[in-house]
């Protein structure tokens, strides 16, 4: 067999473990451990709530932190890379960067992430980029069956005009054999 995209889920995380455990919710996204439910692809505020024009006029960075998980009870993943695949144009900014701690299992006991009180506090260590293809992409590494990695999200607030609908999509990708 082999990992398929539906044993691939990303999730909420949530400050209480171990992981797999709890709900988890788009503001209190914020590190920790793998929550059991996932953002509703493609709804509005599924990872922030709207970016008011103070904060972006004065440049607000917020931080959100989600959980990457193979569910898949027998297969490894292969070379997981992470990227920004697209966001608005004219909008905020967005970069993204891996959680210190790794590959993780799933149901770890222990924080399978940095957790920060609120999304203002920037997670320590942690090295934000924006790639923008799987080539220029986050190296993962292997993600085992029942693992997975937490990927940090830092928007920051343009200045820009106010815009309806703006986005960010996130990809990740990996093989389903050793390279």
Excluded at 71 to 97: E, F, L
Excluded at 141 to 169: K, N
């Amino acid at each position: 067999m082999a990992v398929v995209q539906g044993d691939i889920t990303h999730r909420y995380t949530e400050p209480n473990g171990p992981g797999d455990t709890n709900a988890g919710a788009a503001a209190t996204s914020l590190g920790g451990f793998a929550a059991t439910n996932e953002p509703t692809s493609g709804a509005s505020q599924n990872a922030y709530g709207h970016l008011v024009l103070a904060d972006n006029s004065g440049g607000a960075v917020h931080y959100r932190a989600f959980f990457v998980a193979n569910t898949d009870g027998a297969d490894t993943w292969y070379a997981v890379k992470v990227w920004i695949a697209s966001q608005s144009s004219n909008g905020a900014d967005h970069a993204i960067a891996l959680d210190g701690v790794g590959v993780v299992d799933l149901d770890s006991a222990s924080a399978q992430g940095e957790t920060e009180a609120d999304e203002d506090t920037a997670p320590t260590g942690e090295t934000f980029t924006s790639p923008t293809s799987k080539d220029t992409g986050i190296n993962v590494g292997d993600v085992g069956p029942g693992q997975g990695f937490t990927v940090w999200v830092r928007r920051t607030g343009t200045g820009s005009p106010a815009l309806s609908g703006a986005f960010v999509a996130i990809r990740w990708e990996g093989q389903d054999a050793a390279p």
